[in-house]
């Protein structure tokens, strides 16, 4: 226990001793603000994404769900809107992807670039 007391002690010392010298490079006035800044940007941007991956999961989820509902009753018949998006999956899949790149804009990019801007 003695030990540890005196590597505790050294430590000290030496934080004590690093804390009473002057920097060897001077940091810009604007330091922290610019640090501030990156990290709220940072911060900002996990928090939009996180927001738009839950309501994406929402949506996806609950239209997998749909399609489950739709296709398993409907199986053994033809389905013409089933055959319809099968023979058009390109187009569906187009759509599908401009309508996520619509909805991350909104959800993701306007919110950032329109937020409150602390200066």
């Not at 911060?43 to 239209?63: D, M």
């Not at 739709?70 to 053994?76: G, K, T």
């Not at 058009?88 to 996520?100: A, E, P, S």
């Amino acid at each position: 226990m003695n030990a540890e007391n005196e590597r505790f002690a050294e430590l000290e010392a030496l934080i004590t001793e690093a804390l009473k010298e002057k920097p060897e490079r001077e940091l810009s006035l604007t330091f922290t603000d610019t640090l501030l800044r990156r990290v709220e940007k940072r911060l900002t941007w996990r928090e939009l994404i996180r927001e738009f991956a839950v309501k994406t999961g929402i949506v996806v989820g609950a239209l997998i769900i749909l399609a489950l509902c739709l296709y398993f009753p409907m199986r053994e018949s033809t389905n013409p809107f089933l055959l319809m998006v099968v023979d058009n999956w390109k187009l569906v899949t187009g759509v599908g992807f401009l309508i996520l790149f619509t909805f991350f804009s909104d959800q993701v990019l306007l919110k950032f670039y329109h937020r409150p801007q602390a200066y």
